[in-house]
């Protein structure tokens, strides 16, 4: 057993997840930037058996997974471990769908949803909100763009209106 | 005394090409695809209707693709260079597509949005004479970079209002800013 502490792989040491972790992991159809990194627990430093057993881009460690689960995840549970390799088929999936027809191609989330809604064959209301979010996620951590009309400058009295 | 020996050629072979102006739009066809052949990107040829069709990554990190059409258009007289920014919008959105559209199309010098309201598409085309690229073969490379170039700024603008949401005026106002900040990068580099 090696009991050394190293920086957090994940976060660098911040303790939280930011942008450029999350693009740099590759994880931009899975994460959302937080205050709190799940691989080091916001400790900012891991043990080294724990780095050299879970990669830190491991999707399935995140701040919001159920405990139980992850106990399951550690002890190797085969269910949860099918259960997430078939997630991160389904996650990848849709987000490339999203990335070609959404982004690439411009068609309306609409025309989106019902043409991955008959590709999968179920029903649109069952894959709305996957799709949602995944659109918001790609919004932030791919598309990334900043506005920057809020410092826009309005002279009224030159204004023509 | 080469050179102008040289010269003497070059305006030979123009007054040639000048005398059977008439083969031009065969001629440019087949410019246009030695041209893509030679580049090794992956396209597609429609023979009958004379366009060449492929698809470019139009972000430093190759996530976004735009359909790119190439046509040798004979009726009009034009070689055209047309990129899909958007191939089935939200119809509730037309109103502010025309507002940003038309924006754009007071703006730029050369190109033209076109937004068909019936199938909700919104194209950029760019266009010139055929009689550019028979005599001057290179114009091509110029048109397909020049019009490339353009529609990263116009997808970028309708990516805003299509995906974001946002209000055309302050699409327009920060496409502005945008163009300002490059040319200024540019003539920096200059």
Not at chain 1, 80 to 104: A, D
Not at chain 1, 136 to 146: G, Y
Not at chain 2, 46 to 69: G, P
Request: glycine residues 4%; charged residues 30%.
């Amino acid at each position: 057993m090696n009991n050394k502490i190293i920086d957090c792989p994940r976060c660098l040491g911040k303790g939280f997840v930011n942008n450029e972790d999350i693009k740099r992991l590759r994880r931009e159809f899975f994460w959302i930037e937080g205050p709190h990194c799940a691989f080091c627990d916001g400790k900012k430093h891991v043990k080294y058996d724990f780095a050299n057993r879970f990669n830190a881009d491991d999707w399935y460690i995140t701040s919001d997974l159920d405990k139980d689960k992850f106990k399951r995840y550690l002890n190797e549970d085969e269910e949860i471990l099918n259960e997430i390799i078939s997630t991160e088929q389904y996650i990848y999936f849709i987000g490339n769908y999203i990335m070609k027809h959404h982004v690439s191609r411009g068609l309306s989330k609409e025309k989106v949803i019902a043409s991955l809604a008959r590709e999968l064959q179920i029903e649109i209301a069952d894959i709305r909100e996957n799709v949602d979010g995944m659109i918001e996620q790609i919004k932030t951590n791919i598309l990334n763009v900043k506005s920057s009309v809020k410092d826009l400058d309005i002279n009224i009295e030159n204004s023509p209106f | 005394m080469i050179k102008i020996f040289q010269g003497v050629k070059e305006d030979i072979k123009k007054y040639q090409q000048l005398r059977s102006v008439h083969n031009r739009v065969s001629e440019v066809w087949l410019s246009l695809k030695r041209y893509y052949e030679q580049s090794g990107c992956n396209y597609g040829t429609y023979e009958s209707m004379k366009f060449i069709e492929t698809t470019y990554a139009i972000n430093e990190k190759h996530q976004i693709y735009k359909k790119f059409q190439y046509h040798v258009d004979e009726k009009a007289d034009l070689l055209k260079s047309l990129v899909w920014i958007s191939e089935g919008f939200d119809s509730d959105k037309v109103k502010n597509i025309l507002i940003l559209s038309s924006h754009l199309n007071t703006l730029m010098n050369a190109g033209l949005v076109r937004v068909d309201t019936k199938n909700c598409t919104i194209s950029m085309e760019m266009g010139i004479s055929l009689l550019v690229p028979y005599l001057y073969e290179d114009e091509i490379h110029t048109l397909c970079v020049k019009h490339f170039n353009l529609s990263k700024d116009i997808v970028w603008a309708f990516n805003r209002l299509l995906i974001f949401d946002e209000d055309p005026v302050f699409i327009i106002v920060d496409l502005m800013r945008k163009v300002d900040k490059q040319q200024n990068k540019t003539q920096k580099q200059n």
